[in-house]
Structures are given as C-alpha cells and as structure tokens.
C-alpha cells in the first residue's frame, strides 16, 4: 500500500512539474498537455491545473478565448529549477540537450575536467526570450554591445536560438536598426514581457542560407604531423566538410581558431580551402 501511495504521489508530482516548467518557458499550459504526456483523464487533469493554482497562486490565469492557463510575468517556480537547455531540449528539440559537457565535479581521480567559465544567463531574461520565439512576440531588451560598447534599448523579435559550443545567441530581427542580427542571451541585463504579435519579417539570408564549409589540413605541418590531424578526425584524405548556416558560420571558424589572430602560436589544424 505504501509503495502504490509513494507511487502516486511521484507521478502526481511530476505532472504538476510539467504543468510549472510549460507556464514557466512557454507561457501556456492546456489540460491537453497533461493527457498526451502522462495518459490521464481529462478530469485528472483539470484536477492537476485547479491543484497547481491553489499552490502557486498568482502564476497562472485561464483565458477562456484560448481556453488555456497563460502565466503571469510575476510567476515564480517552486517544484523546479529552471534550465534554459532543458527548456530549449523539450520544446525545440527531441527532448535533449548535449552541447556541452556536464559542469559538475568527477569523483574518480583518475578523470579531470578543465571547468570553463561560466557564461553569465539570467534565466528571467531567457524565459521572456524563449516565449516570444514560440509566440511570435517582440520585446524590448537592454542589450551590452561589446563591438561599439553602447548599453541601450533593442526591439527584437526572435526567430532563432544559436548555441556556438560556448554561449547562446538569439536571433532576431532588430527593430532599432532594421536589420537580422545575433545577440548574446547573457549580455541582456533587461527584457520587457513579450506581448506585441509581430507579423511578416524580411527574409532572413543568412540564417535560411547553408553553405559547405571545407577545412583543409595545415598544409605547413609535418607529414607526420598530417598524418597526425588525419588520424585525430578520421579522415581518408586532407580535406574535411562541414555543413552549417551562413550566420552561424563565424563561430565554427571561431572554435577551430582559423578567423583570428590569438592561436598563431599554435599550429593550426586545418585552414579553410575557398572556391576560387
């Protein structure tokens, strides 16, 4: 009896997680989700949203129009921890997340891991961010621009979220200088609440636009040393493809140090081979 209780209390929990974690990054939650995720009855799941409401007053407010539960700007969660990559994995992806490794301490001596910086994310900001993606809705942003150095206000509307191996970008068509550009999700210290539906946008060239990006072995290496690089990435010849979106382009090159001047100390493993 015990463990059929213990049961139902983690199931019950989860399903009051998942109706957080949709009002949280989504905006919305319907009973609907609730029957597709976790197989319930219809009145099971009304129960489960009346039962978030009553322990999280203020988050949630039903829209009889839509006929959804739409959360409030001041919501708050307290069943979870909100992780922008979970968040990003669920909604826009196959449920998972893998674009770096774990940022935790391994017990084993015998691995170590080299612990980079922590990439500044204010999860408040990239809520707001992610709602206006899927919603199709501008805000307003305080955005630090480390080209120019000017701290102001841009009206963006996202379309797009780019992860380079390091850091998130948002892509977004730029009201303020009507124009597509990327911005560092944690170089915005503000964002509004999105609520203006935006509707048609230029078309977007770059992010559309995929090119094949062929990287050549350094040819100023040792045979040897070739042999080297063709071994460490499984190569047959000297040459290497890789496919990836024009604007996504420079962080490619940027991770394999081929578009600037810091790693010239460094043998390059490849250049990149352009079409004459």
């Known amino acids: 009896m015990t463990i059929i ?4 209390n983690w199931a019950a929990r989860e399903r009051l997680r998942r109706v957080e974690f949709l009002l949280w990054w989504r905006g919305w939650v319907g009973r609907q989700d609730l029957l597709k995720s976790f197989g319930i009855s219809p009145a099971q ?28 700007e001041t919501m708050t969660c307290i069943l979870h921890g909100p992780s ?21 301490e391994v017990s084993d001596s ?33 955005y630090h621009s480390l080209n120019s ?30 124009d597509w550009r990327d911005f560092v999700l944690g170089r915005m210290s503000e964002a509004t609440w999105p609520e203006k539906v935006f509707g048609d946008l230029p078309y977007d060239h770059d992010w559309e636009t995929f090119e094949l990006v062929t990287l050549r072995i350094n040819p100023k290496l040792s045979d040897a040393g070739r042999e080297t690089i063709r071994m460490d990435y499984d190569l047959a010849g000297d040459n ?9 382009k ?27």
Not at 5 to 8: G, I
Not at 88 to 104: A, E, K, W
Not at 240 to 248: F, K, T
Not at 262 to 275: I, K, M, N, W
Request: proline share 3%; hydrophobic share 40%.
């Open 149 to 178: 150095g000017n701290v102001g206000l841009r009206e963006l509307s996202p379309t797009g979220l780019a992860w380079d191996g390091a850091r998130w970008h948002v892509r977004a068509w730029c009201g303020t200088r009507k």
């Open 5 to 8: 209780a213990n049961e139902e």
């Open 45 to 72: 799941a009304s129960g489960d949203l009346q039962r978030y409401a009553e322990l999280n007053p203020g988050a949630m407010i039903y829209h009889t129009s839509r006929k959804r539960y739409e959360s409030t």
């Open 240 to 248: 290497l493809e890789l496919r990836v979106r024009r604007s996504m």
């Open 84 to 104: 922008f990559e979970e968040a990003v994995g669920m909604l826009l992806g196959n449920g998972q997340f893998s674009g770096s490794m774990p940022r935790r």
């Open 110 to 142: 015998r691995i170590s891991m080299i612990q980079l910086p922590l990439r500044r994310l204010d999860v408040g900001i990239a809520r707001r961010i992610l709602i206006a993606l899927l919603e199709r809705r501008s805000l307003e942003v305080r």
């Open 250 to 276: 420079k962080y490619l090159l940027a991770s394999l140090y081929l578009d600037h001047e810091s790693h010239l100390d460094l043998p390059r493993h490849f250049v990149e081979q352009r079409a004459i």
